[in-house]
């Protein structure tokens, strides 16, 4: 635990980038973040060092990425077909199975210590999850969890139904956080008939864009997703 809470966010914009550039992005904050954590740990409580929140938004050219649980056959794509869609394909070191990223999603990547909030994995994914389903709730769009499936999904009480609209999958270590979610805002949902979307083949994906008949202002919903989160977490964020 730490001795000083630190709830500052620094709120990072990346844009769009490439995916291999994001995750070392990620990767370079999250380990110092943990490297501060274990000199912490040598030092008395009033000479320890806050340690630092970030929250990343950004997007990926087209992308399928496949987590640490996953199956790899459930990308249905060869070398040659990856490279017919202009896709690219990652084993990463999150949880979860595989999904894809592409333009018009809102990716969103929190590099938390979780000292700073609460530590409890499972409360993260489910306040990740809620300020998702209170961003859709500004459009007028009933949206929810399925018990046993992690992410965001309308029609979720109706099995026959449901679509995922945002999915999760995160790695953490010394309660640092990494990877995140992916909220498909005016994302080109054919590319998830490439992939067995998080390994489940009976439930279909859907879009903010798709769920209202119209297109909405990318910014617009960021800023409501991030007002959100801040809320939720008790963030400070700034710039």
Not at 87 to 107: E, W
Not at 149 to 156: A, H, N, Q
Not at 167 to 184: D, I, P, Q
Request: charged content about 25%.
């Amino acid at each position: 635990m730490n001795s000083k809470i630190n709830k500052k966010t620094k709120f990072i914009q990346l844009g769009l980038i490439d995916y291999k550039e994001g995750w070392d992005f990620q990767e370079k904050l999250f380990y110092e973040t943990v490297n501060i954590k274990i000199k912490n740990r040598n030092l008395e409580i009033e000479d320890q060092f806050e340690t630092p929140n970030h929250l990343i938004f950004c997007s990926h050219p087209h992308v399928y990425t496949l987590g640490k649980s996953g199956d790899e056959k459930n990308l249905l794509l060869d070398d040659s077909g990856l490279s017919e869609k202009n896709a690219s394909f990652y084993k990463i070191n999150r949880g979860g199975d595989i999904t894809y990223h592409g333009p018009g999603q809102i990716v969103g990547y929190p590099i938390l210590d979780l000292d700073n909030f609460f530590t409890d994995i499972h409360k993260y994914l489910r306040l990740l999850e809620e300020a998702v389903i209170l961003t859709l709730a500004d459009y007028k769009i009933a949206a929810g969890r399925i018990e046993g499936l992690t992410g965001v999904w309308i029609d979720f009480e109706n099995p026959i139904k449901a679509r995922k609209i945002c999915a999760l999958g995160v790695k953490s270590s010394r309660w640092v956080t990494m990877h995140g979610f992916a909220f498909n805002v005016l994302t080109d949902l054919s590319y998830f008939n490439n992939i067995i979307p998080c390994g489940i083949d009976d439930k279909a994906v859907t879009s903010l864009e798709k769920e209202l008949g119209e297109k909405p202002v990318l910014n617009e919903v960021e800023e409501k997703l991030k007002k959100h989160l801040a809320s939720i977490f008790k963030m400070e964020l700034f710039q």
